[in-house]
């Protein structure tokens, strides 16, 4: 039975990863994922069912087209293998970590809820560092489908009779959490409305004309030290101040009593999409006063925010710490790399270490913490 339900979670992760491929490539260019349908960028072959089974269509026809015969980039069945020997890993992981002496069927049954979010992340994060490495952007979508799953489900699984495993919160801190929420609520209507004006909304327009013929003049060598960073990041401070204050508010007003069911587990997501987000979001606010340039992106506070909603608030702390030492590390990775091969050493963005991280946190939170002696201290 144990192969049987593997070798199923083995061929859906490999569908989603031929998905992915799906996404890595046309959502950048702000492509629709369904129309048109895949075909052959030579020739225009449209693929049938039979050229889309990933990795073993692209074997068969050896990685060529059928119609045209023109060579079909690597890339396609290296993505649906890697993503789908990830799934098979994380959910092997979790039903023997979860598991104990049930029987594998009983497992999965329990985890399903907590595996598909799960895995909604992971392919949210996959497909967000290769759109990053690649373009140096997120697309937000990626960011807020983690987060839009988590706000669902979890409280669904909580109230449905399924034993919860996802994110919580200590008593005390639904009040804070329901009062920060609504302080970004306010602060995203003042944004619309224009009471509260957008950070480096010009940015581009700027970009553009240093470019031009008038980069050679005075005028633009002043505009080389624009968007004025520590000017522009005052106005996202500004945007942040009513969930402060609801923040505030809501730790005065603050009960002892613990909540339970589905709004303890939609406090548990809410709270660790407020911790993801806050973290990176302060870290590129101090940054940017600090140094004089901007710090950090706002795609990679999206991002914290789909991942701390599906982890919690101690899993994606976790996160947050350790992706700097794998930033370091892929650093001088990559340095050495630019030396061996006589190249110019190339500069990933923040956002593939803060995914990396995430999953470490995952899959091995509980292990880091009880290894660095804090697990206490991180239970809550």
Not at 254 to 276: F, Q
Request: hydrophobic share 55%; glycine share 12%; net charge neutral.
């Amino acid at each position: 039975m144990a192969w049987v339900i593997y070798t199923f979670i083995l061929a859906m992760g490999l569908s989603v990863g031929s998905f992915l491929n799906v996404v890595i490539l046309r959502m950048p260019e702000g492509l629709s994922l369904v129309h048109p349908p895949s075909r052959c960028p030579g020739c225009g072959y449209r693929l049938r069912a039979w050229d889309n089974v990933p990795v073993l269509s692209w074997l068969l026809l050896r990685g060529r087209c059928r119609g045209c015969g023109q060579t079909i980039s690597v890339q396609y069945p290296l993505v649906e293998l890697a993503f789908g020997l990830m799934t098979l890993g994380l959910c092997w992981w979790q039903i023997n970590r979860y598991g104990g002496d049930l029987a594998i069927a009983q497992v999965v049954y329990l985890l399903w809820p907590l595996l598909a979010v799960q895995v909604f992340l992971l392919g949210s994060l996959f497909a967000s560092t290769a759109i990053d490495a690649r373009h140096f952007m997120i697309p937000l979508s990626l960011c807020w489908l983690p987060f839009v799953v988590a706000v669902v489900v979890y409280p669904a699984t909580a109230a449905g009779g399924w034993p919860y495993l996802g994110p919580y919160l200590p008593a005390g801190w639904a009040e804070p959490v329901m009062g920060a929420v609504m302080g970004l609520l306010v602060g995203m209507v003042l944004l619309m409305t224009g009471i509260i004006p957008a950070s480096f909304a010009d940015y581009e327009q700027v970009m553009r004309s240093l470019t031009g013929e008038e980069a050679d003049t005075d005028v633009a060598g002043e505009n080389a030290l624009y968007p004025h960073p520590r000017r522009e990041i005052l106005k996202e401070v500004l945007f942040l101040m009513p969930a402060v204050v609801g923040l505030g508010v809501g730790w005065m007003l603050r009960s002892p009593v613990p909540m339970t069911g589905a709004m303890d587990a939609a406090v548990g997501v809410l709270g660790g999409a407020l911790v993801g987000g806050g973290l990176i979001w302060v870290t590129r606010i101090l940054g940017t006063l600090a140094f004089g340039k901007e710090a950090m992106g706002l795609g990679d506070v999206h991002l914290m925010v789909g991942v701390g909603a599906v982890l919690g608030w101690r899993d994606v702390t976790l996160a947050f710490f350790i992706a700097p030492f794998l930033g370091l590390l892929g650093t001088l990775l990559l340095a050495g790399l630019a030396v061996f091969h006589s190249a110019r050493a190339r500069v990933l963005p923040y956002g593939p270490y803060l995914s990396v991280a995430s999953i470490v946190a995952l899959l091995a939170g509980d292990v880091v913490t009880g290894w660095l002696g804090i697990s206490a201290i991180l239970a809550g």
